[in-house]
């Protein structure tokens, strides 16, 4: 009888998922090589549902369902540009997401969230990291369409006269 290796059928079956995650029917057609495509922008918005939505909410304003038990406000996500002069920050976006730039809030990178979505430190996710980035990419493009202006203050108040006294 044939011993198996355990860390070659581990290795095999993270490889043989990765693979299967690629070859999902219309995964790598031409219209989704395409950032700006509709049907990569109705991708990078089921990853921003999937992923963000549940601190940042469906709007992406912070109010996401599960904001309220978190110990800092998740950011609006739809002010990005305007808290810059209203450029928007499309490397700052891509290094937080990727994890070049830490977030308190976003936890490791071994977060679940973060490790299904878009990469672990697994053979897996080595194989799929052109995919990961590719669809960083089309979140952060995503995200960029979300923008609004800085809400604007409301006008000041008039300040008061002062009183006068009147001689009497």
């Known amino acids: 009888m044939r011993r ?6 581990v290795l ?10 690629c070859s999902r029917p219309g995964r790598f057609d031409l219209e989704r090589l395409d950032p ?4 990569s922008m109705a991708a990078a918005a089921e990853d921003f549902r999937a992923a963000c939505a549940p601190c940042h909410g469906s709007d992406a304003r912070g109010a996401g369902p599960v904001a309220g038990s978190l110990r800092r406000p998740p950011a609006d996500l739809t002010l990005l540009a305007a808290r ?4 928007f920050p499309f ?5 937080v997401i990727a994890g070049e730039r830490a977030i308190d809030a976003h936890g490791t990178r071994a977060m679940p969230i973060w490790s299904f979505r878009l990469g672990g430190g697994d053979a897996a996710s080595a194989v799929a990291s052109i995919d990961a980035q590719r669809r960083v990419d089309m979140l952060v493009r995503y995200l960029a369409t979300l923008q609004r ?13 002062p009183r006068t006294r009147r001689a009497r």
């Open 4 to 9: 198996r290796d355990p860390g070659r059928l």
């Open 12 to 21: 095999a079956v993270a490889g043989a998922l990765a693979l299967a995650g």
């Open 36 to 39: 700006t495509s509709p049907a």
């Open 84 to 87: 810059r002069g209203g450029a």
């Open 91 to 95: 490397d700052e976006t891509v290094a």
């Open 149 to 161: 202006p800085a809400p604007t203050p409301p006008p000041a108040k008039p300040s008061p006269r």
